[in-house]
């Protein structure tokens, strides 16, 4: 039953929109029936340009998100276990995260040019801060009782980080991936949007523009399964990598 709780909420939301659609109280160009929206949707998923389209999108996403993977994980550990790394970093990433990234995308446009870089480095951008600070505290938070216990065995530091620090903060480390990973396809989206000639964010605006709801909201549909699909493999990867220990959010 709770796993077919989210499918009837998902159902119910259908039923009213349709329900909506056929009132006749509120113009197709707003609430286009589910009949078109899936008829639109059908002709994405068959028509090779538009999957093209999807696939450069995710390209982007996954470039800027791996970049940020990769760097977020070693400046949050070494904000974790070096006071001096954290005095210094700390107060840039706390006092930054707050100003939004999209604003500084002209800038990156100027630098970067209009093509697929700019979009890569804004989400990279956007994916480092959260990345970094959920890993600098699991890797701060880490039992000394395990530390102490390594050090009396004689591992050496080397040894410590890789059999003790990382993986007691590996939780965190997926923790901040996963609320990553939907901010590396909202930010490409966004950026399609604002300016790009390709991509699923262009086909948005410009089914948008063309007074194409229907096909729009089959486009918004696509992108919502992918936001989906990618979550879940990240949730899958995390239990087959830390089967040691299940985080009960993942099983609430």
């Given amino acids: 039953m709770r796993r077919l709780a989210p499918l009837a909420v998902v159902l119910a939301g259908l039923g009213l929109w349709e329900a909506a659609a056929r009132s006749g109280r509120w113009s197709p160009l707003l609430f286009p029936s589910l009949q078109r929206i899936f008829h639109e949707l059908v002709l994405f998923l068959s028509n090779r340009d538009t999957l093209l389209e999807a696939w450069l999108s995710l390209e982007r996403a996954f470039a800027g998100f791996g970049l940020a993977a990769a760097a977020g994980i070693v400046i949050g550990m070494l904000m974790g276990r070096s006071p001096r790394v954290a005095a210094l970093l700390d107060p840039l990433f706390s006092g930054t995260y707050a100003v939004p990234k999209l604003a500084l995308f002209p800038i990156f446009i100027f630098v970067f040019g209009i093509g697929s870089l700019s979009k890569v480095a804004l989400v990279f951008l956007e994916c480092l801060y959260p990345v970094v600070i959920v890993t600098s505290q699991g890797a701060r938070q880490v039992n000394r009782v395990w530390l102490w216990s390594a050090e009396n065995l004689g591992a050496s530091r ?24 939907p901010i590396a396809l909202i930010v490409v989206i966004i950026t399609e949007m604002v300016s790009s000639a390709d991509g699923l964010g262009y086909l948005v605006i410009y089914a948008l523009s063309s007074l194409r709801t229907d096909r729009m909201l089959a486009t918004v549909a696509v992108i919502s399964a992918l936001g989906w699909a990618l979550d879940r493999a990240l949730v899958f990867l995390r239990d087959r990598l830390i089967y040691w220990e299940k985080l009960d959010t993942y099983y609430a």
Wanted: hydrophobic content about 75%; proline content about 8%; charged content about 10%.
């Fill in 158 to 181: 080397a040894a410590i980080l890789r059999r003790v620090v990382i993986p007691a903060a590996a939780p965190f480390i997926f923790a901040g991936l996963r609320i990553a990973l």
